[in-house]
């Protein structure tokens, strides 16, 4: 494996990038807005602003030798763009590899000519350029990015737009997914450019396609050069006028068809084009929210439908804006108008006078039931798009909720499960790969009916999302009324009949998947990982040079960028994520918690670690003064030459010292190459304590086994990784894949060798390893024998939601020695399956407003929770009486052979004792007989053939009966963990 290439270079660009880019390049949970997912923000061009791009430049057809992108300075002073950057990516590639510094001065009023790659055809040359680079250029679609600073930008997706140096953007074409606005730019070709026609910020209105016209600072265009002016050419002599031409065919008459001939068989309509007159019964009605028209059906359809005699769909939408507000919901119509595709989707578009309604009612319509649920095949989707349906319980489930605060959609999945991420459930290759991308046909986007944007307008209220009826990812979505089939933007959905106005009244109930504590996960010490969502106690509002994101009143949230700050803008933005934070933490009922994103205090100027001394304290406040100590990691750094770690957010480690004592200090793996891109981990040796009297020996807690648990961070999925350069790409692992495994290895190495030293032999490593179950990171810890304790103990837990797909990408990994002592395993979801809406940050985001107190959308991970048993040394008991000694009295326990007489006590006919003589042979057989050794070898090879965890939730086998002998009075330990176990009892 190759040695890692980072360091101070990668740390000042880093710092150079912004909050956004940092994010992407750290694996950071993004703040609001810099969720991959998102939409791009607006980028507001300012004096300087991209006013041309050409892609198309020496290629197939074109006349132009060379790429260019066009600069215009608006403002009346000239203006140096020296120490500039212009940045290159393809449609859905990410920026780091394409990109040039720029020098030289934009003139008032003018333009600057950026010439880029030559092709190999085209004839005609640019005029002189003003820079000269030689990025390539897609002629068809990609994003061309101007930054104010020097050094690659380094971002993805539609988080590029956040980026607080990108001084213009501009993305284009099909697929493009780094745009300002709401959607890219139209598609050029190779004799085609972008030119910009207005500065809003949003590409998809601002740029026209049209012929290039490159121009320089000098006012030069393509093909101009300055000669001798041509002679003056005589006027020529008027000719005849010529013959009048027959007049035009008057508009062809519209054609009376059914509704069934206008949708044809196909994707798009035969009668494309064709003036019609049809009938229907109307079933669905926009009148408001934009869509403007409404649906009509063929009478008396609709019902249980059986696709092997069904030809095609029998509704079509109707586009009126003049007439939507004349019908209703049960209308017998007639409508005439022009067939037409918009957006892919079959329409009528009906003028004033082309809606009539019938005197006579037609027959009503029945929706459609679907036997074996939603289709998949595009074919069978087409042949009832717009037709009314109503789905079947169980089948759709809520996969994706990120852009139901913005566009009114819920992603549903068919069939009674979110859909999960290839990587959480087989190992990355082909058939993983396979997988992943076939995931996309399992989607229906179930829509409000409205095209409203409400992040740009903020005033009215979201569809779907209430605290009343809460929309989380995994849960059941039941219909009371049916919806339409319909498909627009490239996505099928599933229409409500009317805009969407209230859960009330919009005829889909949602299940509530929310749980108020975490299932039970036994054991005598339990340890957890929780993500803060970037936790910082200095705030935005105090620290010159920070940018805020604001709500819609104006007020900032959290810091946007200028600074390296994360987090809460202003007190009160800090108290309302505090207190979600200390509500999730405190319910974990967990003894020690790894934390992830929490504020590096140290790193700011600050006393090490008060970020989360400040924690601790609000958590004393909730659960009682002395409940939570915290880690101290400032004397740990400053052993290794440290003043703490190299980023502005780190790891951290809080724990109840009533249940846990600390042995040792801090142990951090500081200044290695494989962690420079991410979160150094961070360790402690724990010892657990019992102070209870039955087991205070001289008034002294006791102590238990000791066992060694980390905290990790590694690398984002988001970002490109030089250490990646050369490898296919791999849609399942993401980016940096590379830097993971390498961060991985390290992980285990030092894991091993600090446990080794500390003399511990139970290592436990938690926190956002940002690689799914079964992707390559993990698999080093597998072969190394240790096991994932939430693929294990709940294998249909996941952590995380991207994408429309869940999984884990937090994990509690334990050394097999560890793992005997595991007692359960969960993931408390009440993040990853909530709405980013209902984050602290997106406060008064909205007319309606999802902020509650409470644990639930604390973060965006879930907490992973995981029981152990402490390793408490057993106290024996008495042995009862011998049978001399017992009582005469015939009442007495035992008698007449009652279950605990001494000879007939449970566990008699135990194999390895004999007639129940040395604890009724149960002891005895546990540690020696051979039913106990069969038990130990069978789940021995049980564990070792699914060392991360049963792919397939199905039952897993335990660690055996944990019964007590009566008599003796000793534990007795069947199954794998039986040696293991009475090891720790003999040492004890």
């Not at 390539?136 to 539609?158: I, K, N, P, Y």
């Not at 250490?723 to 790409?729: C, F, I, N, R, V």
Request: aromatic residues 6%; contains cysteine; hydrophobic residues 35%.
């Amino acid at each position: 494996m190759s040695s890692t290439a980072h360091g101070p270079g990668l740390r000042s660009r880093l710092t150079r990038v912004g909050s956004a880019a940092a994010a992407l390049a750290l694996g950071l949970s993004l703040a609001p807005g810099l969720t991959l997912a998102a939409q791009a923000a607006v980028v507001s061009p300012g004096d300087i602003r991209i006013n041309e791009v050409y892609g198309g430049g020496g290629n197939s057809g074109a006349d132009l030798t060379h790429d260019f992108v066009e600069l215009t300075n608006t403002s009346d002073a000239d203006i140096d763009i020296t120490g500039w950057t212009l940045d290159y990516a393809s449609a859905t590639g990410s920026f780091g590899n394409s990109s040039m510094e720029l020098t030289g001065t934009v003139p008032a009023g003018g333009t600057f000519l950026i010439q880029l790659a030559q092709g190999n055809g085209g004839s005609t040359p640019l005029p002189a350029p003003d820079a000269t680079g030689n990025l390539a250029m897609g002629g068809s679609a990609g994003t061309v990015a101007l930054t104010d600073t020097e050094g690659a930008l380094v971002c993805s997706a539609t988080a590029c737009s956040e980026d607080p140096t990108v001084i213009d953007l501009v993305g284009w074409g099909n697929g493009a997914n780094k745009y300002s606005g709401e959607a890219p730019a139209a598609a050029t070709s190779n004799t085609t450019s972008l030119s910009r026609i207005a500065a809003s910020g949003e590409n998809s209105t601002d740029f026209e396609v049209g012929a290039p016209t490159p121009t320089n600072s000098a006012g030069e265009s393509a093909g101009e050069s300055p000669g001798e002016p041509e002679e003056p050419v005589d006027p020529e002599e008027p000719g005849e006028p010529e013959e009048p031409g027959e007049p035009e065919e008057p508009p062809a008459e519209p054609t009376e068809v059914s509704i069934a001939e206008i949708q044809g068989t196909g994707a798009a309509s035969p009668l494309e084009g064709q003036p019609v007159t049809t009938e229907g019964v109307v079933t669905a009605v926009y009148a408001t929210g934009g869509l403007n028209g409404y649906v009509i059906q063929t009478a008396g359809t609709g019902g249980a439908l059986d696709f092997s005699t069904h030809d095609g769909s029998t509704a079509v939408f109707v586009y009126s804006p003049q007439t939507a507000s004349d019908v209703e919901i049960g209308d017998s119509v007639r409508v005439t108008g022009e067939v037409a595709e918009f957006n892919e989707s079959t329409q009528v578009t009906v003028g004033t006078e082309g809606l009539e309604h019938l005197e006579a009612p037609l027959d009503p319509v029945e929706p459609l039931t679907l036997e074996d649920g939603f289709p998949v095949e595009q074919e069978r989707r087409e042949s009832i798009e717009h037709m009314l349906y109503l789905p079947g319980e169980g089948d759709f489930t809520v996969t994706d909720v990120y852009d139901t605060g913005r566009f009114g959609e819920v992603t549903l999945a068919i069939g009674d499960q979110p859909l999960l991420q290839a990587g959480d459930i087989m190992r990355p290759g082909e058939e993983a790969t396979a997988y992943f991308e076939g995931r996309e046909e399992l989607k229906v986007l179930l829509d409000d009916g409205r095209t409203t944007n409400f992040q740009n307008s903020p005033d009215q209220p979201m569809s779907w999302l209430t605290t009343e009826e809460p929309v989380r990812v995994g849960a059941a979505a039941s219909f009371t009324e049916p919806v339409v089939v319909t498909y627009s933007f490239g996505a099928w959905k599933l229409n409500t009949t009317t805009p969407w106005d209230s859960a009330e009244t919009d005829g889909v109930d949602f299940e509530n998947t929310r749980s108020d504590t975490p299932a039970e996960v036994g054991g005598d010490v339990k340890v957890a990982t929780f993500n803060v969502l970037n936790y910082f106690t200095t705030l935005g509002e105090d620290t010159p040079g920070c940018e805020p994101y604001t709500n819609m009143h104006g007020e900032g949230t959290t810091v946007r960028g200028g600074c390296d700050l994360r987090g809460a803008w202003g007190a009160e933005d800090l108290e309302r994520q505090q207190s979600k934070i200390v509500d999730a933490i405190s319910g974990t009922d967990a003894d020690v918690v790894g934390l992830t994103e929490i504020e590096n205090s140290a790193r700011l100027g600050e006393d090490a670690d008060e970020a989360t001394a400040t924690l601790v304290a609000a958590l004393d406040e909730k659960d009682g003064e002395g409940t939570w100590a915290f880690v101290p990691t400032g004397d740990a750094y400053a052993e290794l030459g440290l003043d703490g770690g190299q980023d502005a957010i780190t790891n951290a480690i809080i724990y109840r010292p009533a249940a846990v004592t600390p042995q040792g200090g801090a142990q951090i793996l500081a200044d290695h190459d494989a962690f420079d891109n991410a979160r150094e981990p961070i360790g402690q040796v724990f010892v657990p304590v019992s102070g209870e009297a039955d087991e205070a020996v001289e008034g002294e807690a006791v102590e238990g086994e000791p066992f060694f648990f980390t905290i990790n961070h590694f690398k984002s999925k988001g970002s490109s990784d030089a250490e990646d350069s050369g490898l296919a790409e791999d849609p399942v692992q993401g980016n940096a894949r590379t830097s993971r495994l390498q961060q991985a290895e390290a992980l285990l190495a030092w894991g091993e060798e600090t446990a080794a030293e500390q003399g511990v032999e139970d290592v436990l490593h938690g926190g956002d390893f940002n690689a799914y179950t079964q992707e390559e990171p993990l698999q080093l810890f597998y072969e190394q024998g240790f096991m994932n304790l939430g693929a294990e103990h709940d294998p249909e837990g996941w952590s995380y939601s991207y994408g429309g797909m869940v999984g884990s990408l937090d994990h509690v990994i334990g050394s097999a020695s560890a793992a005997e002592r595991v007692t359960g395993a969960t993931d408390w979801q009440i993040n990853g399956p909530e709405t980013v809406m209902a984050q602290y940050g997106r406060y008064q985001n909205n007319a309606t407003d999802l902020h509650e107190d409470g644990p639930f959308a604390s973060s965006d991970h879930d907490p992973i929770i995981v029981g152990l048993e402490a390793g408490f040394p057993e106290t024996e008991t008495p042995a009862p009486p011998a049978e001399d000694d017992a009582p005469d009295d015939g009442d007495a326990p035992g008698e007449g052979g009652e279950p605990g007489d001494g000879d007939d006590a449970p566990g008699e006919d135990a194999p390895g004792g004999a007639d129940g003589q040395d604890g009724a042979g149960t002891s005895a057989g546990t540690s020696a007989g051979t039913g106990t050794a069969d038990g130990a070898e069978e789940g021995a090879s049980t564990e070792a053939a699914r060392p991360g965890g049963n792919l397939s939730a199905l039952a897993r086998t335990g660690f055996g009966a944990l019964p007590f002998a009566a008599g003796a009075g000793l534990l007795v330990i069947a199954g794998i963990g039986a040696t293991r176990l009475q090891g720790r009892l003999d040492r004890s």
